[in-house]
């Protein structure tokens, strides 16, 4: 019964999600439209250099964190994209709670990889060019409300200083028709999404928000970055019931 449960509400936030794609979008335009998909955005001009031979974590906010994890789980280099919520605290974690857009959360992916084979700059390009539109304030197309605001969590100095630098070097190329407005904060604690939030889109691509909105994206970073697309999805293991 439990299960069931997950999935109903699983199905009530893709339709919740659905009307809002025909009050709020206009006719023909999709997730993967803003960021400009016939070419990727210029690579960081600041970036990190890998130290000793373990993985790195950054922690990404932008929109609705099924597009957001599936997109990095086809990315080379990527070994986790766990779904979850950051910028609150620990107590209102919770979907039901978030959603009210008055925790403090975003709704965020926190992303483990292999700096020596995908860097933490090259990421960010990938999050710009086919992830987010960084351009959007507090929402993602559909989805409105500060827990779907475009943001990097970083969680050292020095991925805040990349960050910070790679947003100045776009919009100083003015690599989108309006100002970027992707916050850089603070990690504040990542907490994982509830069980039936990981995965969604390799799990439900038939779901209407995910064929609209998410599917376009895959499809992008497989277009512009052919070298880090990977076909088969790095998914995330059983959180729990």
């Known amino acids: 019964m439990r299960n069931s449960r997950k999935s109903w509400r699983a199905a009530a936030v893709c339709a919740a999600a659905l009307l809002g794609l ?33 993985t790195e974590t950054l922690i990404l906010a932008g929109g609705c964190f099924w597009g957001v994890q599936g997109v990095f789980q086809h990315v080379r ?41 995908i860097s933490y700059g090259h990421l960010l390009q990938i999050f710009f060019s086919v992830t987010t539109d960084p351009t959007q304030l ?34 100083q190329a003015k690599a989108f028709p309006k100002a970027i407005v992707t916050q850089v904060g603070q990690d504040s604690g990542f907490y994982p999404a509830e069980a039936y939030h990981q995965n969604f889109l390799t799990l439900h691509p038939d779901s209407p928000y995910i064929a609209a909105f998410d599917l376009p994206k895959i499809k992008a970073l497989q277009t512009v970055f052919p070298t880090a697309f990977r076909p088969d999805p790095v998914l995330v293991a059983k959180l729990g019931s």
Do not use: C, M, W
Not at 155 to 165: C, L, V
């Open 77 to 117: 280099g990527v070994v986790n994209a766990v779904s979850g919520y950051d910028g609150g605290t620990a107590g209102t974690a919770q979907y039901e709670v978030v959603s009210t857009g008055v925790t403090g959360h975003a709704e965020s992916v926190r992303i483990t990889y292999d700096p020596h084979v």
């Open 138 to 171: 507090d929402q993602q197309y559909p989805d409105r409300g500060t827990q779907y605001r475009s943001e990097i969590f970083a969680t050292t100095p020095e991925q805040a200083r990349i960050a910070k630098a790679y947003i100045a070097q776009l919009d």
């Open 22 to 54: 025909y009050l709020a979008v206009p006719f023909g335009e999709t997730a993967a439209k803003g960021a400009g998909l016939d070419q990727p955005l210029p690579a960081p001009l600041v970036d990190e250099t890998p130290n000793g031979s373990g």
